[in-house]
Nanobody, 124 residues
Framework: DVQLQASGGGLVQAGGSLRLSCAAS????????IGWFRQAPGEVREGITS???????YYKNTVKGRFTISSDNAKNTVYLQMNSLKPEDTAVYYC??????????????????WGKGTLVTVSS
């Protein structure tokens, strides 16, 4: 049974930090890349960052320099460290597993497995 479990969301003031976790089970972690996606109120879900099993990463410009994705392959867990948070980062954050070829574009319709979202609220 494939599962992705995202956690770590919460309420934080602008300029603050949060760390999200995505624990994966039930599939071969090395066969997929893990992406973080977010969906703000009234907006479409978008991919913001990804990490491959070899450690290579991708960041969308809107989060580059503020967010850091990392992984612990032994624990099948991916982390998203979010610093210098802004009110516009407010969204439900999801992790998803995709095939390697989608690591730079992160199309939501190519996600094979989704985790439940975790809400991040950044107050001004």
């Amino acid at each position: 049974d494939v599962q992705l479990q995202a956690s770590g969301g919460g309420l934080v003031q602008a300029g603050g930090s949060l760390r999200l976790s995505c624990a994966a089970s039930g599939f071969i972690f090395e066969d997929y890349i893990i992406g973080w996606f977010r969906q703000a109120p009234g907006e479409v879900r978008e991919g913001i960052t990804s990490i491959s099993s070899d450690g290579s990463t991708y960041y969308k410009n809107t989060v580059k320099g503020r967010f850091t994705i990392s992984s612990d392959n032994a624990k099948n867990t991916v982390y998203l460290q979010m610093n210098s948070l802004k009110p516009e980062d407010t969204a439900v954050y999801y992790c998803g597993a995709l095939r390697y070829r989608w690591r730079l574009t992160l199309p939501t319709n190519r996600v094979d497995y989704w985790g439940k979202g975790t809400l991040v609220t950044v107050s001004s």
